[in-house]
């Protein structure tokens, strides 16, 4: 389930480490799912014998899907097309008759099997999509574009100084490019002024063991990017690896975090840091598409599930600021009437 969550097939969930050996965790709404799932199939089917068939189902069922997940990855090793389709082709042939023949118990209980199964791709299938439809409609600006005006309100005294530190997340997939509403939120938004603003752009690589970072001077001493690669099996805890990066860039001169205030620069204590995450909203009547507001509904109600994105990327929340916005998708112009001005007669 860690690895779903970090391929975003799965809403982000509370994860604990009861060791500290890798790969040994415990998901607390997980375990709590598969209790109330024991007890609900011990009701219903009452005896082990009685379990046979969706056993068996789902036994047949995991063989058949490890043996298709092992020839594509064979095929991705570039193995020879023949010995692939030989091995997939033996191996498929004798898992489906085993398969054909559970399926004759489909009745008896293999439809319980079927139900977990479906239930649980059916919300995969939901969050992919929907976190696709949200990718999509996501606007995006060039950001050297933006570098002079941040630089001004960095320099412009007459704005209160919002932190020593901004940092924001930015969910822009294209290099160079900043989503739109992070601009709103640094110019527009309750101009926030600060000594340093730094970019988190966060990569989850193919590998499991993966966790390194890229660091850009986008502005000297005011603009800054970072993008950390984290593997499939790493738990996001950006706070902490922020920690570590700052430590690196300080040590190497690259960054000067002293405070700018006298008393505390007198002193040489670091500025503060602060988190914004823009979060978006969606709002149904922005679509006339149906089943992509039925889709965008459902991965509301699945969303609930898991954890806020603060606690998702192991944010200290005590400093993060969550700005809501709202996800446009196409507005619907010829059902929303315009309201018009009262003209009083003289």
Known sequence: MSEAMNLHFWPRMRIKHPTHVKGQLYIPMINLA???????????????????????????????????????????KGVSRVLTILFMGAYCTIEAIFLAANLSKFLAGGWCTMLIGGILFLMMYVWVRAMKIRHHYIRTKPLDDYYQIISDIKADVSIPKYASNLVYINHANK????????????????????????????????????????????????????????????????????????EDLVADGKVDLTSSYPSLRKNGIPGDFRFIIIHRVYYPESSVNRQQNLLMSMYALISKIGIDEPKALGLDTSMVVVERVPLIISQRNGSIRRITQIVEEE
């Not at 600060?194 to 005011?222: Q, S």
């Open 175 to 246: 290099e160079g490019t900043v989503d739109n509403k992070l601009l709103y939120s640094i110019i527009n938004k309750q101009p926030k002024r600060a000594d340093h603003y730094w970019l988190i752009n966060m990569e989850f690589a193919d590998t499991p063991d993966t966790l390194e970072y890229r660091f850009d001077t986008l502005v000297p001493d005011t603009l800054y990017s970072i993008t950390m690669r984290i593997g499939f099996r790493i738990e996001p805890r950006v706070s902490l690896y922020l920690r570590q990066v700052v």
């Open 34 to 76: 598969m209790y109330i799932g024991v007890v609900i199939i011990i009701l219903l089917f009452r005896d082990s014998s009685h379990m046979e068939a969706a056993y068996g189902l789902a036994i047949t069922i995991t063989m058949l899907m490890t043996t298709l997940l092992l020839g594509f990855y064979l095929h991705s």
